[in-house]
T-cell receptor, first 120, second 113 residues
Framework: AQKVTQAQTEISVVEKEDVTLDCVYE???????LFWYKQPPSGELVFLIR??????QNEISGRYSWNFQKSTSSFNFTITASQVVDSAVYFC?????????????????FGKGTLLTVNP | GAGVSQSPRYKVAKRGQDVALRCDPI?????LFWYQQALGQGPEFLTY????????KSGLPSDRFFAERPEGSVSTLKIQRTQQEDSAVYLC???????????FGPGTRLLVL
């Protein structure tokens, strides 16, 4: 079975600070996808990024960057120069690609989320 | 284009009532998913449709939960004889096909009194 752990339940920062959200995953499968979603107070899960297990290259998109390290089963998310509008719950999720352990390749397994509060 | 929409956004039900939650996926998306999100938790998988076929209902918590997608577009999640433990946010997601990224709707917040 798959598992995603987001050890940080809540983080509070002051605007313009950098913040890193941690994500550690467990799977016996060798091919999989990792995701980050943002859930603002409105409730909708907003897709941020998808990475596949073949590609460990880090990615940057504006103020967002992601650090994928297969050796430590981690997929951490950094927001640079945080803004009040970044306040939300952030979820890390895993989905198998071609399962060799009998798991489904369409279910998302989510962590419990990290509540980020950016104060002005 | 339009995203995934869900209705109602909020639903209050008395214990024992039946409820029906609607999901309108993104047009053309073959795959549709329902997730349940308890307070302070991440979403958990309930069921999956490919067009009108329900291919996986392993996450439905009891036989009081029933989902359908009769024409391969709109889906309805029905909960019969609601219980307090059914209180949660019910999220619908769709994707072009099951290997593509899932896009979520705003959810229906169900409160059972």
């Amino acid at each position: 079975a798959q598992k995603v752990t987001q050890a940080q339940t809540e983080i509070s920062v002051v605007e313009k600070e950098d913040v890193t959200l941690d994500c550690v995953y467990e799977t016996r499968d060798t091919t999989y996808y990792l995701f980050w979603y943002k859930q603002p107070p409105s409730g909708e899960l907003v897709f941020l990024i998808r990475r596949n297990s073949f590609d460990e290259q880090n990615e940057i998109s504006g103020r967002y960057s992601w650090n994928f390290q297969k050796s430590t089963s981690s997929f951490n998310f950094t927001i640079t120069a945080s803004q009040v509008v970044d306040s939300a719950v952030y979820f890390c999720a895993l989905r198998l690609h071609l399962s060799n352990s009998g798991g489904s390749n369409y279910k998302l397994t989510f962590g419990k989320g990290t509540l980020l509060t950016v104060n002005p | 284009g339009a995203g995934v929409s869900q209705s109602p956004r909020y639903k209050v039900a008395k214990r024992g009532q039946d409820v029906a939650l609607r999901c309108d996926p993104i047009s053309g998306h073959v795959s549709l998913f329902w997730y349940q999100q308890a307070l302070g938790q991440g979403p958990e998988f309930l069921t999956y449709f490919q067009n009108e076929a329900q291919l996986d209902k392993s996450g439905l918590p009891s036989d009081r939960f029933f989902a359908e997608r009769p024409e391969g577009s709109v889906s309805t999640l029905k909960i019969q004889r609601t219980q307090q433990e059914d209180s949660a946010v019910y999220l619908c997601a769709s994707s072009l096909h099951d290997q593509e990224t899932q896009y979520f709707g705003p959810g229906t917040r169900l409160l059972v009194l």
